[in-house]
């Protein structure tokens, strides 16, 4: 089955530390996303990408970084981790198609730990 | 930009009663509005949307509605059963060809009890 998926699951870092989160898919969409959630705070867009030459910052992209490698591809960087950063970062695909819902298909998640 | 807020934050209902969550938005040209289902260490899943020319959406015990005047949009789960309990996000979008990215509400975490 055509799916989302990201590496690592789980990481533990340590402050001022050089991550990348990786998401790839197999359902052909153009759309990816990257989300973190937080307790309490739902899911909050980090940046977002339309097409391999598009790239956005969502509402909290401060600290962060993407690139889109290919239409399958989509990585976070987090240059200098910091512990306000531990979260839980989720990856997204969507393709508007003829009906435009604009429904959005999750990755597993990667649990990441800043010590 | 646009804001969600949700409520409750939890909910705890016995089993076979029905569960309301609320959201509002802040943006009137918001028009289309979707339902995640979020288990317990999974990723969240769609279970029901809305857009903006409708009222109302039903999908056997799940229903929707919305209200574009006072901008808020319900979920109703009907006859609960122990494999609703999870944690439901509503989101809102102004959904256009070009421009489609959701902004989602802070989440209500439902139980429902044996």
């Not at chain 1, 898919?25 to 977002?48: A, C, F, N, V």
């Not at chain 1, 490698?69 to 989509?74: G, M, P, S, V």
Request: with cysteine; aromatic share 10%.
């Amino acid at each position: 089955d055509a799916d989302v998926t990201q590496t690592p699951r789980n990481r533990i870092t340590k402050t001022g530390k050089r991550i990348m989160l990786e998401c790839s898919q197999t359902k052909g969409h153009d759309r990816m996303y990257w989300y973190r959630q937080d307790p309490g705070l739902g899911l909050r867009l980090i940046y977002y990408s339309f097409d391999v030459k598009d790239i956005n910052k969502g509402e909290i992209s401060d600290g962060y970084s993407v690139s889109r490698q290919a239409q399958a591809k989509f990585s976070l960087s987090l240059e200098s981790a910091i512990p306000n950063q531990t979260a839980l970062y989720f990856c997204a695909t969507s393709d508007p198609g003829g009906g435009g819902t604009n429904e959005q298909f999750f990755g597993p998640g990667t649990r990441l730990t800043v010590l | 930009g646009e804001n969600v807020e949700q409520h409750p934050s939890t909910l705890s209902v016995q089993e076979g009663d029905s569960a309301v969550i609320k959201c509002t938005y802040s943006d009137s040209a918001s028009n289309y509005f979707p339902w995640y289902k979020q288990e317990l260490g999974k990723r969240p899943q769609l279970i029901i949307d809305i857009r903006s020319n409708v009222g109302e959406k039903k999908d056997q015990r799940i229903a929707v509605t919305l209200n574009k005047t006072a901008k808020h949009f319900s979920l109703h789960i009907t006859e609960t059963q122990p494999e609703d309990s999870a944690v439901y996000f509503c989101a809102a979008s102004l959904n256009t060809g070009t421009a489609s990215k959701l902004t989602f509400g802070t989440g209500t975490r439902l139980q429902v009890t044996l």
